[in-house]
């Protein structure tokens, strides 16, 4: 959604993990609510990840087999605890953020979107595992969501110059996600690359 739906530049700046997976927070999409009922663990995603931008390799991080993380790098690249939990929508799958988790996931100050984003709603990373093995992220693209919404082909509203809300009941939201998919992603733009991390070689006695 481009997770972008906040405005923090300087965390980008970080070159931390949670800064590259939800970079963009500054011109973000949110979701009035989560599309499915119940969040799920991906059981693909347990395991040390680590994200390559612009050629060198930036944070790793462990993801338990609940999809929890114990070392994601949150504010001032301190470790934080974070659950990776989302929901499958056909051939794509998504992780599902609050307003609070997205805030400690990108580092940002307390009360940085909790106190911009309305109650309830919730941000959506779009991820799609390769043939390598790894996966490809993609955030959602607010300049596309909102000329959607001024031409009446999404539900929703602008909250600020750089946010848009999409609105609706869950089985809605889904739809749109299935449907129309491309009025929110751009996924033939580079994707954030995540690789499976590689165990530390050990030398033979």
């Given at each position: 959604?481009?997770?972008?739906?906040?405005?923090?530049?300087?965390?980008?700046?970080?070159?931390s993990?949670?800064?590259?997976?939800?970079?963009?927070?500054?011109?973000?999409?949110?979701f009035?609510?989560?599309?499915?009922?119940e969040?799920?663990?991906?059981?693909?995603?347990?395991?040390?990840?680590?994200?390559?931008a612009?050629g060198?390799?930036?944070?790793?991080?462990?993801?338990?087999?609940?999809?929890?993380?114990?070392d994601?790098?949150?504010?001032?690249?301190?470790?934080?605890?974070?659950?990776?939990?989302?929901?499958?929508?056909?051939?794509?799958?998504?992780?599902?953020?609050?307003?609070?988790?997205?805030?400690?996931?990108?580092?940002?100050?307390?009360?940085?979107?909790?106190?911009?984003?309305?109650?309830?709603s919730?941000?959506?990373?779009?991820?799609?595992?390769n043939?390598q093995?790894?996966?490809e992220?993609?955030?959602?693209?607010?300049?596309?969501?909102?000329?959607?919404?001024?031409?009446?082909?999404l539900?929703?509203?602008?909250l600020?110059?750089?946010?848009a809300?999409?609105?609706?009941?869950?089985?809605?939201?889904?739809?749109?996600?299935?449907q129309?998919?491309?009025?929110?992603?751009?996924?033939?733009?580079?994707?954030?690359?995540?690789?499976?991390?590689?165990?530390?070689?050990?030398?033979?006695?």
């Amino acid at each position: 959604m481009n997770l972008s739906p906040l405005s923090f530049p300087r965390a980008a700046l970080r070159l931390s993990l949670a800064a590259l997976i939800l970079a963009g927070l500054s011109a973000c999409v949110a979701f009035e609510r989560a599309p499915v009922a119940e969040l799920r663990c991906d059981p693909d995603l347990a395991g040390a990840w680590t994200v390559k931008a612009g050629g060198n390799v930036h944070k790793t991080v462990h993801v338990d087999a609940r999809c929890r993380s114990d070392d994601w790098p949150g504010l001032g690249d301190k470790p934080t605890t974070l659950e990776l939990t989302g929901f499958v929508l056909g051939q794509d799958r998504y992780l599902v953020f609050t307003p609070e988790q997205a805030q400690r996931a990108i580092g940002a100050d307390a009360g940085s979107l909790t106190g911009t984003a309305p109650k309830g709603s919730v941000f959506l990373v779009l991820y799609r595992f390769n043939a390598q093995g790894g996966l490809e992220a993609w955030l959602p693209d607010s300049q596309r969501a909102l000329d959607a919404i001024a031409r009446g082909e999404l539900a929703g509203r602008k909250l600020d110059d750089r946010y848009a809300l999409l609105q609706g009941e869950p089985e809605q939201l889904r739809d749109t996600l299935s449907q129309r998919l491309n009025l929110l992603y751009d996924t033939d733009r580079k994707a954030m690359v995540f690789e499976r991390a590689k165990a530390a070689r050990q030398d033979s006695p």
